[in-house]
């Protein structure tokens, strides 16, 4: 089945001109995460425990998201399942639809640029395995208001096994009884993608999927920049609102510090009109990108 031409919400309009421009990029250069995700990415490393909670502010207030597990025995979802989960709300998007199904294991693999062999199948399998057992709360605090949705991150799915593996050829994983694999994205995460979509270049984000700090920050840095491109403004993030905002613990703000601009370096390596910067006590400045240039590929080119 084709995705559907990639079109935006009709309710997003702080954003409809950068939208528009999006359309006439190849879709296949994109990702499509939800601004929730942004502000409050997935545990980086595995947890001990059955919850992990990450907070950020922003102009209107705060975001609070906390994944829970509903099976003790299996982990929080953590690290490079982001790229899986961004995976999933790209087909979601595309298709306009909740519920995603593929044929092949491969359309992943090869989506990230990854071998089709089975350390990388078993990875993909346990990522399905962790964000299939685990529920998201999604907090909003504003002007005294506080919005709650709980949910599950998939409400149903239909995962491909190990033991699948041995049907798998070298570009095709065969299909169990003719039936598709696929899930179907909870509520409260399919409202959030769909009221607040944020389209990441797939080319620069496949660099940071075995780092997911330097995913959760270059996530984070596209995302304002696109902000500023549309408001004209620049926005300045404190060195202390950014720690939270990326759930670092680490002691060490000046090692912190030289790995997020080390990020920024790759970032202007496939974006080179990124306008992004640390100032003096480590407070972030982000401007609207020179040019206004976006990171994606224009259809038909190379």
Not at 34 to 57: F, N, V
Not at 98 to 113: D, I, K, N
Not at 175 to 182: C, E, F, N
Request: glycine fraction near 6%; charge should be positive.
């Amino acid at each position: 089945m084709q995705p559907k031409k990639l079109t935006p919400p009709n309710q997003l309009t702080r954003l409809a001109d950068f939208f528009s421009e999006l359309e006439k990029a190849d879709e296949q250069d994109l990702l499509i995460t939800a601004q929730a995700l942004i502000l409050c990415g997935l545990p980086y490393r595995r947890t001990a425990g059955h919850h992990y909670i990450r907070e950020a502010k922003t102009a209107h207030g705060t975001v609070r998201l906390t994944v829970g597990a509903m099976d003790p025995k299996t982990p929080l979802p953590y690290g490079k399942d982001r790229a899986v989960l961004a995976w999933v709300t790209t087909k979601a998007m595309q298709t306009g639809t909740p519920r995603v199904e593929w044929e092949s294991a491969a359309e992943y693999l090869e989506t990230f640029g990854l071998d089709k062999g089975g350390f990388q199948y078993r990875a993909l399998q346990k990522s399905g395995e962790r964000l299939s057992k685990a529920t998201m709360l999604l907090e909003v605090v504003r002007d005294g208001e506080q919005n709650i949705r709980p949910c599950l991150i998939f409400e149903q799915a239909d995962l491909p096994t190990l033991r699948d593996k041995h049907d798998e050829t070298e570009r095709h994983l065969a299909l169990l009884s003719g039936m598709r694999y696929g899930v179907e994205l909870g509520r409260t995460l399919w409202e959030n993608l769909k009221a607040h979509p944020v389209p990441l270049p797939l080319r620069l984000m496949r660099e940071f999927q075995n780092e997911p700090k330097a995913w959760d920050f270059a996530a984070f840095t596209s995302w304002r920049s696109y902000v500023c491109r549309e408001t004209g403004k620049a926005a300045r993030i404190p060195w202390q609102e950014l720690l939270q905002q990326l759930g670092s613990v680490d002691k060490d703000h000046k090692q912190i510090r030289k790995s997020l601009k080390s990020v920024l370096c790759r970032l202007r390596a496939h974006w080179p009109e990124l306008r992004a910067d640390f100032l003096v006590g480590g407070t972030l400045e982000i401007r609207p990108p020179l040019h206004g240039v976006l990171p994606v590929q224009k259809k038909g080119s190379e």
